[in-house]
């Protein structure tokens, strides 16, 4: 039910980005709901067991310790650029940027989605401490 919360989150900065695009409240929400969903299967399904899948072969193959890949750094870098390659994306098609301000724009918004993602934790922090 929590993740709703993000969802809503993630839409503030969608319109704030876009607000001259007269779009209504509605279609920022709806890229804001496409953006989480596939947030979540990319980063929180498919993504690991690739990585996963990638460390086994590097360990089995070629004898290579590649454990350093689960590692916050470098699953953080990872996961900003798949984020910044989906909302570059959303920005040239569904709201009609150009190739720089797409650029600009989803580099911006991906901070957007971390910052949201802190604030989230900490909404998840208090109701899950002050329901127990």
């Not at 590692?71 to 390659?85: K, L, M, N, P, V």
């Not at 098609?93 to 150009?98: A, G, I, L, N």
Request: hydrophobic share 60%; charged share 10%.
């Amino acid at each position: 039910m929590l993740l709703i919360s993000l969802v809503f989150m993630f839409t503030l900065p969608l319109f704030l980005f876009n607000i001259r695009k007269n779009k209504l409240f509605f279609d920022h929400l709806l890229a804001s709901f496409e953006f989480n969903a596939f947030s979540i299967l990319i980063n929180s399904v498919l993504f690991p067991i690739i990585i996963l899948m990638v460390i086994n072969l590097a360990k089995h193959v070629f004898n290579l310790d590649w454990n350093f890949l689960i590692t916050d750094e470098y699953f953080s870098i990872f996961g900003q650029a798949i984020f910044i390659y989906f909302l570059y994306n959303l920005q040239r098609r569904f709201y009609k940027d150009t190739m720089l301000i797409s650029g600009i724009k989803s580099v911006g918004l991906s901070y957007c989605v971390f910052y949201s993602w802190k604030i989230y934790r900490f909404i998840l922090f208090f109701v899950t401490f002050y329901t127990m």
